[in-house]
Nanobody, 124 residues
Framework: QLQVVESGGGLVQPGGSLRLSCAAS????????VGWFRQAPGKEREKISC????????NYADSVKGRFTISRNNAKNTVDLQMNNLKTEDTAVYFC?????????????????WGRGTQVTVSS
């Protein structure tokens, strides 16, 4: 069974940090592009970062650029998202998803293996 599972969410104060991890089973994440998405209450799900396979080209939404870093740990078969200088507006459920392709794209339909999400709450 092919699946990805997110972990690492929680409650953090503004300015704090969290590290999310997306772990795969049944396949090797290194062979696919992987995206991180988030969905805040009442808002649409948005893609915030993506890392390509083979070379690891990355991209970020403007809202997280300079604060979040996506990376691969091929030994653990994970893709991690380091989140620094968190803001209250980062509060959301965070999802990872593996693409069917090597390279990142803007089409959500290209991402076909989704996790159930992990809650991140930024609050004082």
């Amino acid at each position: 069974q092919l699946q990805v599972v997110e972990s690492g969410g929680g409650l953090v104060q503004p300015g704090g940090s969290l590290r999310l991890s997306c772990a795969a089973s049944g396949f090797e994440l290194r062979n696919y592009a992987v995206g991180w998405f988030r969905q805040a209450p009442g808002k649409e799900r948005e893609k915030i970062s993506c890392i390509a396979s083979r070379g690891g080209t990355t991209n970020y939404a403007d809202s997280v650029k300079g604060r979040f870093t996506i990376s691969r740990n091929n030994a653990k078969n994970t893709v991690d998202l380091q989140m620094n200088n968190l803001k209250t507006e980062d509060t959301a459920v965070y999802f990872c998803a593996a693409s069917r392709f090597l390279y990142c794209s803007e089409r959500r339909s290209d991402f076909d293996t989704w996790g159930r999400g992990t809650q991140v709450t930024v609050s004082s």
